[in-house]
């Protein structure tokens, strides 16, 4: 399944599972797994963010509900609009994906928490 992640705050399309996870080896294996669409869409929102150096991140699946700043929205490809969608002189690509695609949901992301460093014990002689 190709699934498009677009920035909620500002209506871009961020990523296209097509292109940064084509060499994940665990992309490759929920897709042949055919994991539940809400499982496959925080793995996705995962491996971009990896692709981009974040890690740590925290993710949720919803179809519905607040969205906050951290939030990307998800659309599903229909195999047979991806010419159309993804074609070098698509004069809007983001406008494709709303009419051509299927709104799946979005995931939210929540940051890491900070980390707090701790002293070992130490007793004064």
């Given at each position: 399944?190709?699934?498009?992640?677009?920035?909620?705050?500002?209506?871009?399309?961020?990523?296209?599972?097509?292109?940064?996870?084509?060499?994940?080896?665990?992309?490759?294996?929920?897709?042949?797994?055919?994991?539940?669409?809400?499982?496959?869409?925080?793995?996705?929102?995962?491996?971009?963010?990896?692709?981009?150096?974040?890690?740590?991140?925290?993710?949720?699946?919803?179809?519905?509900?607040?969205?906050?700043?951290?939030?990307?929205?998800i659309f599903t490809v229909n195999e047979e609009e991806e010419e159309a969608?993804?074609?070098?002189?698509?004069?809007?690509?983001?406008?494709?994906?709303?009419?051509?695609?299927?709104?799946?949901?979005?995931?939210?992301?929540?940051?890491?928490?900070?980390?707090?460093?701790?002293?070992?014990?130490?007793?004064?002689?």
């Amino acid at each position: 399944m190709r699934l498009v992640l677009v920035e909620w705050a500002s209506d871009r399309v961020l990523g296209d599972t097509a292109e940064f996870a084509k060499d994940s080896a665990e992309w490759a294996d929920c897709a042949f797994r055919e994991i539940a669409l809400e499982q496959l869409a925080v793995v996705a929102a995962r491996l971009f963010d990896e692709s981009r150096g974040r890690r740590g991140w925290r993710y949720q699946f919803a179809c519905f509900g607040r969205k906050e700043n951290t939030t990307y929205e998800i659309f599903t490809v229909n195999e047979e609009e991806e010419e159309a969608i993804f074609r070098p002189d698509a004069s809007s690509i983001m406008q494709a994906v709303i009419t051509r695609c299927a709104y799946a949901g979005f995931v939210r992301r929540k940051p890491p928490e900070p980390r707090i460093a701790t002293l070992p014990n130490t007793k004064a002689a």
